[in-house]
């Protein structure tokens, strides 16, 4: 009887499993053909595949090495042998973009999955909760929230020192309550549905209830939420390179380019528009993106802005 | 309803305190002597001493936090001993112009903002309203440094049509305005895009309301219709927008006044976050944190007054 059991419920476990691959895979292909029919869909994948080809193959496509100093060749305008000109140290721009997007998109993407995962636990613990430690998080969530971000980030440089990591510590912790304050919202509709409520009348563990249940029904709004965050974090980590309190030099980043740019406007603009425009593409791309993302899984996330 | 202002209340100064005292705790958490970094390196170890017990640093922390916030509330923000002046005044001094500059950003953003999302709404689903909804994301989108440095290699180095750095001439009004120009188009863009999103989806609601339906059927023109009636409604999330805004406007402020070279208290936390003078930075922090956590707390009373609902929520 036992026996009988275990294979029937291993079959279930089979198919489920066969059912839920052959979802994930319909789900991607229909979401990417829904995709490209918007124009706005359309146009953010294009964008962001530029920006993230280029990133990944920056070591291929690059022209020269990033740091290499050529001081004879210094502020030079765009030639065939440097796209984009050379920086105040003869350093080639073309390449030093190409890299920097690699430190753009390791920053979004590592702090990203950072806060989210935080924030999903800090939210669902604020959800389901006793009201004393909802009350709590929330309130550590306004305290971290009203700080503007910037002035938080100038603090923290201060206190750690630039580097990548501070970038990535300010990130994170500015962003846990956005994801966090979603999940919560989330996790107190959930409690009170029905297939909660029986799981509860059913004794189930907290973590079986948190992880089974909940995650499953959150976690595809914070996916939204985190691709519409990329160009955020992606500007605050060019924002603070800009101001030198961020990627440090010699590491190519978009901002530090701009950074080097600035002090010589009067000599050459080619620097600041060559680290300007992968900036734009980047933050345009992935807002059309995530926007387009947004109306094709819901409609009814569909903020006011 | 009152119960609600109250408890808002107690958790914006709640808020406050609390921040300030972690940013107190970080800031002395910094490895480093202030009193080397001001004297500098020739600096006897008396002199560093008098300086130390001049500034409080001899005190236990919770005693210089406790005085700290005992002197915030008799309006004293400490003193600066670089400038040998108080805190307060450098603060004061400075915030005028960053609120200049964020009124002026705002007032263009809005005047562009409101009728393009009015005219979006009322063509709802045409191609006017998609190009000025793919703009709008797109001014939102784009990094407001970026437009700053842009606009200030686009119009003052190659066109030379408008002043590249600082804030004018002191006591020329026409001279201070024509140097706003730039930042606050800068800070400004974005808004414009928030401005006409967010008025274009409350303009849609509220054109599909009873009463406006009444207004037509009363034969109203309706462009009467739409800026008479429909817009008063359309326009109240964007004041409760603002509110919360003010944080995004502080740090794009910082952004301008840095490029644009402008005095303001976004340019004054840089510095002294750059030359680690603690009582300017703690000063400064102080003062943009409240102004931020008062503006969120008062967008919260708006949107209790318009939305009952709300006043459960927290």
């Known amino acids: ?305 | 309803m009152w119960l609600f202002l109250l408890k808002r209340s107690a958790l914006a100064v709640l808020i406050v305190i609390l921040a300030v005292t972690a940013l107190y705790l970080m800031i002395h958490a910094i490895p480093g002597d202030p009193a080397s970094i001001i004297l500098g390196p020739r600096a006897t170890d008396e002199m560093k001493a008098a300086l130390y017990i001049k500034m409080g640093l001899d005190q236990p922390v919770y005693m210089q936090l406790l005085s700290f916030f005992g002197n915030i509330l008799s309006g004293d923000l400490g003193y600066d001993v670089f400038s040998q002046r108080d805190v307060s005044d450098i603060v004061f001094e400075q915030l005028p112009w960053t609120l200049a500059l964020i009124f002026c950003a705002i007032v263009w953003a809005a005047l562009v903002g409101i009728p393009l999302g009015c005219y979006s709404a009322i063509y709802a689903n045409t191609w006017f309203d998609t190009i000025t909804g793919i703009i709008s994301v797109g001014t939102i989108a784009i990094p407001s440094f970026v437009v700053a440095i842009y606009s200030l290699l686009i119009f003052s180095v190659t066109l030379h049509w408008l002043p590249a750095i600082g804030a004018g001439e002191r006591g020329d009004v026409l001279s201070q305005l024509e140097h706003l120009i730039l930042p606050a188009f800068a800070v400004g863009l974005g808004w414009v895009g928030y401005i006409s999103r967010l008025v274009r989806s409350s303009m849609l609601e509220v054109l599909g309301s009873n009463h406006i339906r009444t207004a037509k059927a009363f034969g109203l023109p309706s462009r009467w219709i739409t800026f008479r009636y429909a817009l008063r409604l359309a326009i109240l999330p964007t004041v409760t927008l603002l509110g919360v805004g003010i944080g995004y406007l502080l740090s794009a402020s910082l952004f301008a006044e840095i490029v644009f070279a402008r005095p303001g208290i976004g340019k004054l936390i840089f510095d002294a976050v750059s030359t680690r003078n603690y009582p300017v930075v703690m000063g400064a922090v102080l003062v943009t944190t409240a102004l931020f956590v008062i503006a969120t707390t008062l967008a919260d009373f708006i949107n209790a007054l318009l939305d009952p609902r709300m006043r459960a929520k927290r």
């Open chain 1, 1 to 305: 009887m036992s026996e009988l059991t275990q294979t029937s419920e291993q079959s279930i476990a089979a198919v489920a499993q066969v059912a839920k691959d052959n979802t994930v895979t319909h789900v991607l292909v229909d979401t990417f053909r829904r995709l490209i029919k918007k124009p706005l869909g359309l146009m953010g994948l294009i964008l962001v595949s530029t920006i993230v080809l280029s990133a990944l193959f920056a070591s291929v496509i690059a022209p020269y090495d990033p740091i290499a100093l050529d001081i004879l060749n210094r502020l030079k305008p765009p030639s065939s042998e440097h796209w984009l000109g050379t920086d105040q140290l003869g350093r080639d721009t073309f390449s030093r973009v190409l890299y920097g997007g690699q430190i753009a998109l390791q920053v979004a993407l590592s702090s990203i999955a950072l806060a989210l995962g935080f924030g999903l636990l800090l939210g669902l613990l604020a959800g389901f909760g006793p009201r004393w430690l909802d009350n709590l998080i929330l309130t550590l969530f306004d305290m971290v929230r009203s700080f503007p971000t910037i002035i938080f980030a100038l603090a923290v440089v201060t206190l750690t020192g630039p580097s990548v990591s501070t970038i990535i510590l300010v990130v994170v912790i500015t962003s846990i309550p956005i994801y966090g304050r979603v999940v919560r919202t989330q996790t107190q509709a959930l409690a009170q549905q029905e297939f909660i409520l029986a799981e509860r009348a059913m004794n189930a563990s907290m973590p079986r209830i948190l992880f089974r249940h909940m995650l499953p029904n959150v976690i595809g709004q914070l996916l939204i939420l985190a691709s519409m965050d990329i160009p955020i974090v992606i500007t605050i980590e060019a924002g603070l390179s800009f101001l030198g309190l961020g990627i440090q030099p010699p590491t190519p980043s978009w901002g530090s380019i701009i950074n080097d740019g600035y002090s010589f406007i009067r000599n050459t603009p080619w620097p600041i528009i060559a680290g300007g425009l992968p900036l734009i593409i980047t933050t345009l791309g992935f807002t059309f993106l995530g926007e387009s993302l947004r109306d094709i899984f819901d409609p009814k996330l569909r903020k006011d802005v």
